[in-house]
């Protein structure tokens, strides 16, 4: 089953001033898994994703990816490796069109290409995410939800090997939620490794094969999410009840 | 009580929110369910003076006509939004982000008041207090967007999915803190995906289909209909 | 390359050609007038390209411009003109990396003031040598090179301009550019070295700025640092670029050609007065057209289409 290792994350810390907003987190991503991260609000997931994909730096610890130390790499170099990634709070260029803003992924790094093959990628991705017809719209007149699917399109132009979604699900309907999943799904389905990090707890049960749960900075359980998701110490810190 | 009538929004010929008539009273929660281009976002930041309305329509808070009133004028008068993106100033620490919100002249003899209420209702962020917001994480963002809506002292307080991003104790901490806040007298129109939930605490519910009101019941009702259990409840 | 593109290419290859047969027209007040609308287009045109898409405020113009002036100053006894100009080419690019890698990583203000700073540091360099090594603070330039010799050399250089900037436009790295412009985080997570893009472009204009400044050292015979790192050349560039808009390659062209010719007759009419009333036109400028002058022919046209639609 084990078909290699795509992510080493050993004893990484990360500390702002005196905030210690990761503390000796270690973890492994196999080849093709889609792995949850979650936990409490300020718990430090999105500071564990801004350091894998380059965005901070380490302050202790070592993260490898295929094997190389990427614990000191610039963001760029990261993402021309393979690594592509979503924000939390959506990261739109507001001065380029639709069309633009999904191309903007594919110019330099990986898997990267111009002219009309750029043009047609990104075509072709905004149909798969579920909007077509606002190519040429300036991005300021979207919702925040589809700006969210154009940065979904934007990460997925460079063809990435790893896919860090941070909260992409957030803020769909119960309706949308289903076509959420099943979108991530097919992404697992052409090859990709993901690290999800969400609140939804629907879809954490239905995409992850594992889950690591954060709290305070601190790894406090990891394994299947129907083990994880039932342990007392994860519900006492993040869920408030048995099922939410 | 807050009223609107026949209230649209067109961007260019793309008509967002077409004729839409709500009420809002004081003490009452009421929630607005709608996919996410129904014209919801569009429909609160109308009603704050943010996006231009058509003529025609009027937005009327306790008798008083504030239609077409710039946005500092709607929350002098006392809508307070808390927006979907948060709007929080990042490089403010929380309490200064918070006092800012007591900028209304209402607001700023009760003040310290409002402080209290608001760090009451969202212990957290007395702890964090000095810290700058953009260090802070989404969830506790989100709490000092509403903290901040609460200090303007609003009689009605909309809020743009304010779930959006919270883990599940803290959705079920910020739903129970709103049925508080509900408990002061505001009234609350609440704009959110998690259906469940807001129906919960909400009295009443409209739902928003295309830019038009496609129904108006109880939230009791709502949650026992079909096509929305079907639409925003999930199958499970 | 699409037919419109050609079509633009051969009408300005035409405009190109007009306006060089310029000094047999006259030699005199209208050939002045042209160096120095070449001389800021050259100018105005390379900044925006870095400028433009970057928002990065660079004030460091007049310490490329200078440097360029004194190779040619120091040199024109010793080698041909043209080798003086690749230097002033090299040295210019060698001083806008070093610089670029040391400061692209301030951002806003704090890159505006390293800007600043750095030409007056260059200045003060410069008159400390000059004071210390030779017995004046000045340097004779004295060739057999014209004012249509000097014109003729900025207006090949600003088609050299115009082209590369034509093709920076269209590449991978015009687009980089803009990317960094709207988010640096983003371009980053994108796969783009966003340092090195902000250098190669930094270094393009310095490079420009400093040809600039050795063809023209012949023009003004005697040189000294008060003339040649004058922060006036880094704010009329500025400001000409932004009156024209930097987002377009032929944006600051319409800035360059109003405000030379305004400050032509503000200088000639109101000696004493010159600085006061360039201030108050620059504010009356700004006030009318926020957007530049392009902005306002974009409204135009904008417009035009809409009532033909």
């Known amino acids: ?244 | 009580m807050l009223e609107t009538r026949n209230l649209s929004v067109f961007y260019g010929r793309h008509r967002a929110v077409e004729d839409v008539s709500v009420t809002v009273s004081k003490g009452e929660v009421v929630v607005m369910l709608g996919a996410n281009c129904a014209g919801k976002s569009t429909f609160l930041r109308a009603v704050s003076g943010l996006t231009p309305v058509m003529t025609g329509g009027s937005v009327v808070l306790d008798g008083r006509d504030i239609t077409h009133h710039p946005p500092h004028a709607v929350v002098e008068a006392g809508i307070a939004l808390v927006p979907e993106d948060r709007g929080v100033f990042g490089d403010l620490t929380a309490h200064e982000n918070l006092i800012l919100g007591a900028h209304p002249r209402r607001a700023r003899p009760h003040q310290a008041q409002n402080l209290d209420r608001v760090l009451s209702l969202f212990p957290k962020l007395a702890e964090r207090r000095k810290q700058v917001v953009r260090t802070m994480s989404g969830g506790e963002q989100q709490m000092v967007a509403i903290g901040r809506a609460m200090m303007s002292a609003p009689s009605i307080l909309m809020l743009d999915e304010p779930s959006l991003g919270l883990s599940p104790l803290l959705c079920s901490e910020l739903f129970r803190a709103l049925a508080r806040v509900k408990e002061t007298g505001v009234g609350i129109l609440l704009v959110e995906q998690n259906a469940k939930q807001s129906l919960a605490i909400a009295d009443r519910g409209y739902l928003l289909d295309n830019g038009h009101i496609a129904a108006a019941d109880s939230a009791e009702a709502l949650s026992r209909d079909e096509k929305v259990k079907r639409a925003y409840l999930g199958a499970g | ?309």
């Open chain 3, 1 to 309: 390359m699409t037919a419109r593109e050609k079509r633009y290419l051969v009408l300005g290859g035409l405009v190109f050609v007009a306006v060089a047969f310029l000094p047999f027209a006259d030699t005199g007040y209208w050939l002045s007038l042209g160096i120095s609308i070449a001389m800021y287009t050259v100018l105005a045109t390379s900044w925006a390209l870095f400028s433009g898409p970057t928002h990065y405020i660079s004030l460091a113009t007049a310490a490329f411009f200078g440097l360029g002036m004194y190779v040619a100053g120091v040199g024109v006894d010793l080698l041909p003109f043209p080798v003086l100009v690749l230097l002033a080419a090299a040295g210019g690019a060698v001083l806008a990396a070093v610089v670029g890698l040391a400061t692209l990583r301030l951002s806003g203000v704090y890159f505006v003031i390293f800007t600043l700073g750095l030409a007056e540091l260059v200045r003060q360099i410069v008159t400390w040598v000059q004071t210390t090594m030779g017995s004046s603070s000045g340097l004779y330039v004295l060739t057999g090179i014209t004012e249509p010799m000097i014109y003729w050399q900025l207006l090949a250089l600003a088609a050299l301009v115009f082209l590369v900037g034509w093709w920076i436009g269209r590449s991978r790295l015009g687009f980089a550019l803009r990317i960094i412009g709207n988010d640096e985080v983003v371009a980053a997570h994108s796969g783009i070295n966003t340092a090195r893009v902000k250098v190669m472009l930094f270094v393009i204009s310095g490079t420009v700025a400093a040809v600039t400044g050795a063809i023209l050292a012949p023009r003004w015979t005697y040189i000294e640092p008060t003339i040649a790192f004058s922060a006036m050349i880094s704010f009329q560039v500025v400001i000409m670029a932004l009156l024209g808009g930097a987002h377009r390659l032929w944006g600051p062209l319409l800035g360059v050609i109003p405000f030379t010719f305004l400050s032509d007759q503000i200088s000639a009419n109101f000696p004493n007065q010159t600085t006061l009333l360039f201030g108050v036109a620059f504010l009356l400028i700004v006030y009318a057209i926020p957007n530049g002058v392009v902005g306002l022919v974009e409204n135009l046209l904008q417009g035009r289409k809409w009532r033909s639609g």
């Open chain 1, 1 to 244: 089953m084990a078909l290699g290792m795509v992510l080493t994350v050993e004893n990484v810390s990360k500390q702002f001033g005196g905030l210690h907003a990761v503390q000796g987190v270690s973890f492994g991503l196999e080849e093709n898994e889609v792995l949850g991260l979650i936990g409490p609000n300020g718990s430090g997931k999105t500071t564990m994703l801004n350091l894998i994909s380059g965005a901070y730096k380490p302050s202790a610890g070592r993260i490898a990816l295929y094997g190389k130390d990427i614990s000191g790499s610039s963001a760029n170099a990261i993402a021309t490796m393979g690594v592509a990634r979503t924000f939390q709070i959506v990261r739109m260029l507001p001065s380029l069109t639709v069309l633009e803003n999904v191309a903007a992924g594919g110019v330099f790094g990986h898997g990267r290409r111009w002219g009309q093959e750029l043009e047609e990628s990104a075509r072709s991705l905004l149909t798969r995410v579920g909007l077509k017809n606002a190519e040429d719209a300036p991005v300021s007149v979207l919702t925040y939800i589809d700006q969210k699917r154009v940065e979904l399109a934007r990460a997925l132009i460079s063809d990435p090997k790893v896919l860090l979604l941070d909260e992409w699900l957030a803020g769909l309907s119960a309706s949308e939620l289903e076509t959420g999943i099943a979108l991530i799904k097919e992404l697992r389905a052409e090859g990709r490794t993901i690290i999800v990090v969400e609140h939804v707890m629907d879809a954490i049960r239905s995409l992850c094969d594992r889950c690591i749960v954060m709290n305070s900075g601190a790894k406090i359980a990891e394994g299947a999410p129907k083990n994880v998701l039932a342990d007392s110490e994860v519900i006492r810190a993040y869920l408030g009840t048995a099922d939410a």
